[in-house]
Protein backbone atom coordinates (compact mmCIF):
# COMPACT_ATOMS: atom_id res chain seq x y z
CA UNK A 1 0.00 0.00 0.00
CA UNK A 2 1.55 3.63 -0.81
CA UNK A 3 0.50 6.23 1.12
CA UNK A 4 -0.01 10.11 -0.95
CA UNK A 5 3.61 12.13 -0.14
CA UNK A 6 3.09 14.40 2.83
CA UNK A 7 2.23 18.29 1.92
CA UNK A 8 2.97 21.56 3.81
CA UNK A 9 -0.51 21.55 5.28
CA UNK A 10 0.01 18.01 6.63
CA UNK A 11 3.32 18.94 7.94
CA UNK A 12 1.80 21.65 9.81
CA UNK A 13 -0.91 20.16 11.28
CA UNK A 14 1.56 18.10 13.35
CA UNK A 15 2.78 19.32 16.07
CA UNK A 16 6.04 17.22 15.63
CA UNK A 17 7.23 18.92 12.77
CA UNK A 18 4.81 22.42 13.52
CA UNK A 19 7.10 23.17 16.26
CA UNK A 20 10.25 23.49 13.64
CA UNK A 21 8.38 25.16 11.07
CA UNK A 22 9.12 29.06 10.40
CA UNK A 23 6.73 31.44 8.82
CA UNK A 24 7.51 34.98 6.89
CA UNK A 25 3.90 37.23 7.39
CA UNK A 26 5.12 39.32 4.96
CA UNK A 27 6.03 36.78 1.26
CA UNK A 28 3.89 33.77 3.03
CA UNK A 29 7.34 31.60 3.07
CA UNK A 30 7.51 28.31 4.95
CA UNK A 31 10.58 26.88 5.98
CA UNK A 32 12.77 25.45 9.33
CA UNK A 33 14.97 26.31 11.92
CA UNK A 34 18.41 26.16 11.10
CA UNK A 35 19.06 24.04 14.49
CA UNK A 36 16.06 21.77 13.58
CA UNK A 37 17.30 18.30 14.27
CA UNK A 38 17.80 17.09 10.79
CA UNK A 39 18.09 13.43 11.19
CA UNK A 40 14.78 13.38 13.17
CA UNK A 41 12.79 15.06 10.76
CA UNK A 42 11.78 12.60 7.24
CA UNK A 43 13.77 13.80 4.19
CA UNK A 44 10.05 15.53 2.44
CA UNK A 45 10.01 17.50 5.76
CA UNK A 46 13.56 18.74 4.70
CA UNK A 47 12.67 19.19 1.10
CA UNK A 48 9.15 21.44 1.82
CA UNK A 49 10.43 23.13 4.49
CA UNK A 50 14.18 24.50 3.78
CA UNK A 51 16.72 26.34 6.13
CA UNK A 52 15.28 29.88 6.31
CA UNK A 53 16.93 32.54 8.45
CA UNK A 54 14.43 34.98 10.21
CA UNK A 55 15.29 38.46 11.46
CA UNK A 56 14.49 38.84 15.26
CA UNK A 57 11.17 40.70 13.83
CA UNK A 58 10.33 37.43 12.20
CA UNK A 59 11.13 38.91 8.47
CA UNK A 60 12.72 35.91 6.22
CA UNK A 61 15.98 37.05 4.67
CA UNK A 62 14.37 38.04 1.27
CA UNK A 63 11.67 40.61 2.70
CA UNK A 64 14.66 42.17 5.01
CA UNK A 65 15.98 44.71 3.09
CA UNK A 66 12.45 46.09 2.24
CA UNK A 67 11.42 45.97 5.75
CA UNK A 68 14.28 47.38 7.10
CA UNK A 69 13.91 50.22 4.04
CA UNK A 70 10.25 50.66 5.12
CA UNK A 71 10.76 50.77 9.03
CA UNK A 72 14.08 53.44 8.07
CA UNK A 73 11.37 55.65 6.32
CA UNK A 74 8.91 55.27 9.15
CA UNK A 75 11.50 56.99 11.10
CA UNK A 76 12.47 59.51 9.04
CA UNK A 77 8.51 60.81 9.34
CA UNK A 78 8.76 60.62 13.02
CA UNK A 79 11.60 62.55 12.94
CA UNK A 80 9.46 65.35 11.22
CA UNK A 81 6.50 64.73 13.32
CA UNK A 82 8.10 65.22 16.53
CA UNK A 83 9.80 68.55 15.20
CA UNK A 84 6.35 69.76 14.15
CA UNK A 85 4.53 68.78 17.52
CA UNK A 86 6.91 70.60 19.43
CA UNK A 87 7.76 73.97 17.20
CA UNK A 88 4.15 74.09 15.42
CA UNK A 89 5.51 73.76 11.98
CA UNK A 90 9.02 72.85 9.87
CA UNK A 91 9.56 76.56 8.33
CA UNK A 92 12.08 77.72 11.11
CA UNK A 93 14.33 75.06 10.82
CA UNK A 94 17.52 75.72 8.83
CA UNK A 95 18.28 71.38 8.22
CA UNK A 96 14.80 70.65 7.31
CA UNK A 97 14.77 73.67 5.22
CA UNK A 98 18.34 72.45 3.33
CA UNK A 99 17.37 69.00 3.03
CA UNK A 100 13.92 69.08 1.49
CA UNK A 101 14.61 72.21 -0.64
CA UNK A 102 18.24 71.02 -2.19
CA UNK A 103 18.79 69.78 -6.08
CA UNK A 104 18.80 65.86 -6.43
CA UNK A 105 19.86 64.09 -9.65
CA UNK A 106 20.17 63.95 -12.30
CA UNK A 107 20.45 60.11 -12.19
CA UNK A 108 19.58 59.52 -8.62
CA UNK A 109 17.34 60.72 -5.85
CA UNK A 110 17.30 60.64 -2.24
CA UNK A 111 14.56 58.95 -0.44
CA UNK A 112 14.11 60.67 2.92
CA UNK A 113 14.34 64.39 1.04
CA UNK A 114 11.08 62.09 -1.05
CA UNK A 115 9.52 61.44 2.00
CA UNK A 116 10.01 64.74 4.11
CA UNK A 117 8.39 66.33 1.17
CA UNK A 118 5.46 64.11 0.52
CA UNK A 119 5.27 64.36 4.06
CA UNK A 120 5.08 67.90 4.85
CA UNK A 121 1.28 67.51 2.61
CA UNK A 122 -0.01 66.04 5.55
CA UNK A 123 1.28 68.01 8.25
CA UNK A 124 -1.89 69.87 9.52
CA UNK A 125 0.21 73.48 9.82
CA UNK A 126 0.20 73.57 5.60
CA UNK A 127 -2.87 74.53 4.08
CA UNK A 128 -2.54 73.58 0.14
CA UNK A 129 -3.45 76.57 -1.67
CA UNK A 130 -3.71 76.19 -5.56
CA UNK A 131 -3.12 72.95 -6.96
CA UNK A 132 -2.24 73.34 -10.64
CA UNK A 133 -1.95 69.57 -11.60
CA UNK A 134 -0.55 66.95 -9.54
CA UNK A 135 3.03 67.74 -9.46
CA UNK A 136 2.73 71.45 -8.43
CA UNK A 137 1.37 72.08 -5.24
CA UNK A 138 1.33 75.72 -3.12
CA UNK A 139 1.43 75.14 0.67
CA UNK A 140 0.83 78.30 3.66
CA UNK A 141 1.76 77.50 6.33
CA UNK A 142 -0.95 78.39 8.89
CA UNK A 143 1.71 78.86 11.71
CA UNK A 144 3.60 81.00 10.22
CA UNK A 145 2.31 82.55 7.06
CA UNK A 146 5.39 80.89 5.21
CA UNK A 147 4.82 79.57 1.84
CA UNK A 148 6.14 76.92 -0.16
CA UNK A 149 6.38 75.07 -3.54
CA UNK A 150 6.09 71.20 -3.65
CA UNK A 151 7.34 69.76 -6.44
CA UNK A 152 7.60 65.93 -8.07
CA UNK A 153 9.11 65.09 -10.62
CA UNK A 154 9.54 61.43 -12.31
CA UNK A 155 12.68 60.98 -13.21
CA UNK A 156 12.42 57.19 -13.91
CA UNK A 157 9.64 54.82 -14.75
CA UNK A 158 7.97 55.30 -11.08
CA UNK A 159 11.01 57.03 -9.41
CA UNK A 160 10.27 60.79 -8.20
CA UNK A 161 12.27 63.43 -7.05
CA UNK A 162 10.19 65.34 -4.59
CA UNK A 163 11.27 68.53 -3.49
CA UNK A 164 9.65 71.69 -0.80
CA UNK A 165 10.74 74.83 -1.84
CA UNK A 166 10.39 77.97 -0.04
CA UNK A 167 9.36 81.48 -1.42
CA UNK A 168 12.61 83.07 -0.03
CA UNK A 169 15.46 80.73 0.65
CA UNK A 170 16.77 81.01 3.77
CA UNK A 171 19.76 78.51 2.91
CA UNK A 172 23.38 79.97 3.51
CA UNK A 173 25.71 76.97 2.33
CA UNK A 174 25.55 73.66 0.80
CA UNK A 175 26.71 70.87 2.98
CA UNK A 176 26.40 68.12 -0.17
CA UNK A 177 24.09 65.76 2.16
CA UNK A 178 21.98 63.36 1.52
CA UNK A 179 20.35 60.01 2.80
CA UNK A 180 18.66 56.49 1.65
CA UNK A 181 19.57 57.29 -2.04
CA UNK A 182 18.72 55.46 -5.22
CA UNK A 183 20.31 55.53 -8.50
CA UNK A 184 20.54 54.47 -11.74
CA UNK A 185 23.67 52.09 -12.17
CA UNK A 186 27.08 54.57 -13.45
CA UNK A 187 24.78 57.65 -11.74
CA UNK A 188 25.53 57.22 -8.69
CA UNK A 189 26.36 60.76 -6.14
CA UNK A 190 29.57 60.08 -6.24
CA UNK A 191 30.37 64.35 -4.93
CA UNK A 192 28.26 64.01 -2.07
CA UNK A 193 28.43 62.50 1.37
CA UNK A 194 25.29 59.30 2.05
CA UNK A 195 24.25 60.04 6.21
CA UNK A 196 22.95 57.14 7.86
CA UNK A 197 19.76 57.14 9.48
CA UNK A 198 21.79 57.84 12.75
CA UNK A 199 23.95 60.38 11.75
CA UNK A 200 21.11 62.11 9.40
CA UNK A 201 19.08 62.38 12.86
CA UNK A 202 21.83 63.77 14.54
CA UNK A 203 22.03 66.23 11.39
CA UNK A 204 18.61 67.14 12.03
CA UNK A 205 18.52 67.76 15.32
CA UNK A 206 21.88 69.42 15.54
CA UNK A 207 22.91 71.31 12.16
CA UNK A 208 26.45 68.69 12.96
CA UNK A 209 27.90 66.53 10.91
ZN1 LIG B 1 9.61 36.90 3.51
ZN1 LIG C 1 5.48 77.74 9.54
Known sequence: MSSKPKSHEDFLAEQLYRCWIVHCDICGRYGRFGDSPIHELPPKFQELFPVLTMSPDGVCQVCLPQYNFQKEMEAVRAVLHDYVQKHGCPCNWAQFEYWVSKEQGPG??????????DESLHLSCFQQDIVTDRF??????????RRWQ????????LAYKNRLIPDHSRITSNPGLI????????????????????NWKIYMFTGEV
Open 108 to 117: WHDEYQNILA
Open 136 to 145: DTFLTCRNCG
Open 150 to 157: YVSEEWRM
Open 179 to 198: GGWFATAGFEPASKRVLSFE
